[in-house]
């Protein structure tokens, strides 16, 4: 079985039919299904629907949890009860191409059978934006995480476009923190233990991700890092990653995350978040342009522009607050 698709059942009326439909309609049906339902199914209806997608699906594992339990605790479940060769989570809501699994396959044939710890995909964003999640890596190639650095540098801040090898996952023991949204800290650590990476060859988008507002602190984004970089120096890949993690961080906070920020249209939260970057990052910055061999390196036009006219950058931000 080639993967398991984990999706948490969080809202019987928000759109798991059309997540779970599109794993269905799957041209190539080697995969799982991990359903997990966080909420205790009280009314006959909850249940009937329940049993209705247990009987009906082949190759599904269905969860019903007690009480609500949160994101984290449903993955974790699911990684001890996965039999894929990888895993993937999905969000509610989200829909995977009908050809994920045979594009997948045609894709992985091309490597004769090399073992491939980590695959990140293009993915298409759709409610609060539609920019594609694509990269900056060599796509097609399988990077040697041992000596090869830049994945770790260009990892997107997503985990809805990655698939983990899941003998990985359960030979180290990673799992996700409760209560919190740790899912970056969960990518970053699986790639600590990793060999390889590859940033799939295929033009189309494997997935939708609707991207909407958090339902947890905006600030869990960045407040990660600091996990991030004790767990590589726990294990004592800090040194030569520095430079890449540094830029993964910088590029988050001042980049990705800022912009998210002003999608909520929250003029007290835009101006708490600009300030937390300055204070993180304005005196770093003289530093990071001359000697961070990533940001040297890098390709990124727009976070060059914004490195290097940071200033204006912040003041054009903090108006949006005024």
């Not at 726990?234 to 002003?262: C, E, Q, S, V």
């Amino acid at each position: 079985m080639l993967v398991s698709f984990v999706l948490t059942w969080q809202d019987i009326e928000e759109n798991i039919d059309a997540t779970l439909q599109s794993i269905l309609d799957q041209s190539d049906n080697d995969c799982e299904i991990i359903l997990i339902a966080d909420k205790m199914l009280e009314s006959n209806e909850q249940l009937s629907i329940s049993r209705k997608y247990f009987w009906d699906i082949e190759n599904i594992k269905i969860v019903i949890n007690s009480s609500i339990q949160g994101a984290s605790v449903c993955w974790n479940t699911a990684i001890d009860l996965a039999d894929g060769e990888y895993i993937h989570f999905i969000s509610q809501g989200d829909i995977i191409n009908p050809n994920f699994i045979s594009l997948l396959k045609k894709e992985l044939a091309k490597y004769d059978n090399k073992e491939i710890d980590v695959l990140e995909y293009t993915t298409q964003l759709t409610g609060l934006s539609d920019k594609c999640i694509d990269t900056l890596l060599e796509k097609g190639k399988i990077y040697n995480l041992n000596n090869e650095y830049q994945p770790f540098a260009y990892l997107s801040t997503s985990l809805s476009n990655k698939l983990f090898k899941t003998n990985l996952l359960k030979e180290f023991g990673f799992k996700f923190r409760r209560f919190v949204r740790y899912d970056m800290l969960f990518a970053y650590k699986v790639l600590g233990q990793a060999n390889s990476y590859l940033f799939l060859n295929i033009n189309e988008p494997l997935e939708e991700m609707n991207l909407q507002k958090v339902q947890y602190s905006v600030f869990d984004l960045v407040n990660q890092w600091t996990h991030i970089l004790n767990y590589f120096r726990r294990i004592g890949k800090f040194k030569p990653l520095k430079d890449y993690l540094n830029y993964a961080y910088y590029k988050t906070m001042i980049h990705i995350w800022l912009w998210n920020i002003k999608k909520f249209d929250n003029k007290l939260l835009i101006k708490k978040s600009a300030n937390f970057a300055i204070r993180k990052f304005e005196d770093k910055r003289e530093d990071f342009m001359k000697n961070n061999k990533a940001f040297l390196e890098t390709e990124d036009e727009r976070f060059k522009e914004i490195i290097k006219g940071f200033s204006s950058y912040m003041k054009n931000l903090l108006k949006l607050a005024k």
